[in-house]
């Protein structure tokens, strides 16, 4: 079983930034993808990151990029999403997931990040 634990969510003015952390308990052929997600109130969770741990491959949703950076630490199984300028609408509880391209298979519990305007 791969368990996920976020950490680093809070409460945070517009143009501030947070970086949230995922550490996972242990890597296998399932989990070389990364990723994360979030969901607003009333809306569908979205797409918003993710890395490959093999080499560090990224990619990102456009209503993020150039403000959001993810990383990952292979020794220490965790990955970090970095994110600045931060905006109201960036407000949701983000989940960090693990699976294989295509397809994620572990999921976090989710934690809370709430931009002030």
């Known amino acids: 079983q791969v368990q996920l634990v976020e950490s680093g969510g809070g409460l945070v003015q517009a143009g501030g930034s947070l970086r949230l952390s995922c550490a996972v308990s242990r890597r296998t052929f399932s989990t070389s993808i990364m990723g994360w997600f979030r969901q607003a109130p009333g809306k ?61 298979g572990y999921w976090g519990q989710g934690i809370q990040v709430t931009v002030s305007s």
Do not use: H
């Open 44 to 104: 569908e969770r979205e797409f918003v990151a993710r890395i490959r741990w093999s080499d560090g491959n990224t990619y990102y949703a456009d209503s993020v990029k150039g403000r959001f950076t993810i990383s990952r630490d292979n020794a220490k199984n965790t990955v970090y999403l970095q994110m600045n300028s931060l905006k109201p609408e960036d407000t949701a509880v983000y989940y960090c997931a693990a699976g294989a391209p295509g397809s994620y």
